[in-house]
């Protein structure tokens, strides 16, 4: 109220100024209470009807802009709060518990550490202002509008039973245990009513510790968004959340590996340190910790990946599971983000990257630490060695034909040597195989038949096969196999392996036509050599070499002797395929080396966990 001094008994004028003038105040306080508690100002909403004077007309100016940080609220961490929450995490206080006043009720949270010093929220409790004070009006939106000092024509709230209501919930809530341990969160300013219970907590409760609103956080890896800041308040459990994440971490944070010995097998239990003890992250801050973890010999069996914090007394705790696919013997690049105490989550690498987990991971229910590493195998058994022969039909209809052949036999060699190492425990032989040429005379050189890598390196035979060319072959009925399989003969007739270690062997014939017969019969050829394939395949056989074929999509003949070609074909390719066959563009070249490959064991349960240290 403004103006100046009057002598004497005030005139009719003089009252109607001085109503105005109040009246005009009285505008201006719901006015300013409607703004703040975001409803009522445009004419809209059930506080337009209360507000004393109505709503602001269109030439009224906008109420003040109030600040992003008020001054009067505190900051969101201080020395309080952070000395606070390490009394909590390292056991000198057993209890905190969190109070706010938010617009719509009053909310009490508690927060105790567990025996690994993580602070964990444990109770929630949250009261509606019409159950605290029922003087307030049932309307949500009006009673936002009171909270914020607004009076309109309501009945006037007494700051009295106000004052005796809050009192009342406080001294009926508040554990005794907790009268000195209360952390008050204080995230909006100028809300006369709330700014009043929040000083009616200060008497009552000395907090030990005050938390104004949080400043805006950068975007976190594997979120949306920000982490909410004070123009995007979040509720209170979100606020307590975000405040207990702040607090150090008084164990490792470790993810239990299994790490075998290379000498013996035996399997032990490994932990590798994500996080170390001590680590602290400011608000709405992460880190990240990568580790290359291993496959072990099964990759069909999904392992998992426990993340654990130490902790005094009956071991460590479990904290989180993840199962998920990982490439038998292949190396893994794996990132774990840390959030917070005790919140460590495995972070999806975007892009397919090699050698990551598979997209099907999932959280698994995190089972007992102690049974995870009681199903571990005691021992993990190496195969023999492996000593393994091709051979590659190199005459075909065109040249893409046996390009196909000699890319899948160079995938399966690659594969083989994933799984079982490119050390001396595989040894991999190729026979190359082209048709037979007519000689016209004894004097007629002979044409290039066979070509051969001895058994030796993976890597020296896939790089052989490089320089190898393919040829158009002249007729569509056999092929020369037979020579091949004597030249695979001669070659197992020795003995396989390096030297004091046993061995498997193996032959995996590709190609797409059979052998020829050693004599003519019918209009199958024979080999010009004489060679007999079912007395070659029967020797190969007898010295334990297990045989396979990669069949191909025959291609139709014609003719009247075309029903015996076909009889002669169908046998064949089931006589050579007796120790099994793959189908060409239905199992892939891994899938052929793991048949082909001896299979790894081990004492007791498969490994579920993944491998610290490479097999091979």
């Known amino acids: 109220m403004h103006g100046d001094p009057v002598l004497g008994d005030l005139t009719d004028a003089d009252r109607a100024s001085a109503a105005a003038a109040l009246r005009s105040a009285e505008h201006a306080w719901d006015i300013r209470a409607a703004a703040l508690s975001g409803s009522g100002t445009d004419g809209a909403g059930q506080t337009t009807s209360v507000l004393r004077g109505g709503p602001a007309g269109p030439d009224a100016p906008a109420p003040a802009k109030r600040p992003a940080v008020h001054p009067d609220l505190p900051p969101h961490s201080t020395a309080q709060w952070e000395q606070t929450l390490a009394d909590l995490v390292n056991g000198r206080i057993e209890t905190v518990l969190f109070i706010e006043f938010t617009s719509e009720r009053i909310n009490m949270i508690k927060a105790v550490a567990d025996r690994s010093g993580i ?17 307030f009006d049932p309307c949500e939106e009006i009673l936002r509008f009171q909270l914020a ?6 009945p006037v709230v007494g700051r009295k039973e106000f004052d005796n209501a809050v009192t009342r919930w406080l001294r009926g809530h508040v554990p005794s245990s907790c009268a000195h341990t209360v952390v008050l969160f204080n995230r909006r300013a100028g809300w006369l009513l709330l700014d009043r219970a929040t000083e009616l907590l200060r008497i009552t409760y000395a907090p030990r510790a005050e938390l104004g609103p949080a400043p805006a956080g950068p975007v976190a890896p594997g979120e949306a968004g920000g982490r909410p800041g004070p ?9 307590v959340r975000e405040a207990l994440r702040t607090a150090p971490l008084t164990a490792d944070h470790t993810l239990l590996l299994a790490r075998v010995d290379r000498r013996t097998g035996t399997v032990h239990a490994h932990t590798h340190v994500l996080f170390p003890a001590g680590s602290r992250l400011r608000h709405g801050e992460t880190a990240t910790a990568e580790i290359t973890v291993h496959g072990g010999p099964n990759g069909r069996t999904p392992v998992i990946l426990p993340v654990l914090a130490a902790a005094d007394g009956d071991g460590p705790v479990m904290l989180s599971a993840r199962q998920t696919a990982l490439t038998a013997f292949a190396p893994a690049r794996l990132s774990f983000v840390l959030r917070g105490p005790g919140e460590v989550t495995l972070l999806r690498p975007a892009g397919g990257t090699p050698g990551a987990p598979a997209a099907d991971d999932s959280p698994v229910a995190p089972p007992e630490v102690s049974a995870l590493v009681g199903r571990l195998p005691r021992r993990i058994v190496r195969p023999p060695a ?9 005459s075909g209809a065109e040249p893409e034909e046996t390009a196909e052949r000699l890319a899948f036999v160079r995938d399966v060699i690659a594969a083989l040597a994933r799984r079982h190492g490119s050390g001396d425990g595989l040894r991999v032989g190729v026979v190359g195989h082209y048709d037979h040429v007519v000689r016209e005379t004894a004097y007629t050189p002979r ?15 896939r790089a052989s096969l490089a320089d190898w060319r393919p040829t158009r072959h002249e007729q569509d009925t056999v092929s020369s196999l037979e020579d091949a399989l004597k030249k695979v003969g001669s070659a197992t007739a020795r003995p396989g392996g390096p030297q004091g270690r046993p061995a498997e062997r193996a032959l995996l014939i ?3 036509r059979p052998p020829g017969t050693p004599e003519q019969h019918g209009v199958v050829p024979a080999c010009p050599l004489g060679a007999d394939w079912r007395a070659e395949l029967r020797a190969i056989q007898g010295r334990g070499v297990r045989v396979r074929t990669r069949l191909e999509k025959s291609r139709p003949c014609s003719g009247r002797e075309a029903d015996a070609v076909r009889r002669y074909t169908a046998d064949a390719w089931n006589t050579l395929s007796a120790d099994g066959s793959f189908r060409q563009g239905v199992d892939t070249a891994a899938d052929v080396a793991e048949a082909l490959a001896p299979e790894w064991r081990w004492d007791g349960p498969p490994c579920r966990l993944a491998l610290a240290t490479p097999l091979l």
């Open 119 to 135: 602070p964990r929220q444990t109770a929630t409790e949250s009261t509606d202002w019409n159950s605290v004070a029922p003087l």
């Open 149 to 154: 000092g607004g009076i309109g024509t309501l």
């Open 231 to 239: 123009a995007h308040g979040t509720d209170t459990e979100g606020a």
């Open 386 to 394: 492996l000593d393994v022969f091709f051979t590659v039909e190199m």
């Open 447 to 461: 044409s290039l038949l066979l070509l051969t890598v001895p058994a030796g390196p993976a890597q020296s035979a």
């Open 510 to 512: 590709v190609g797409r």
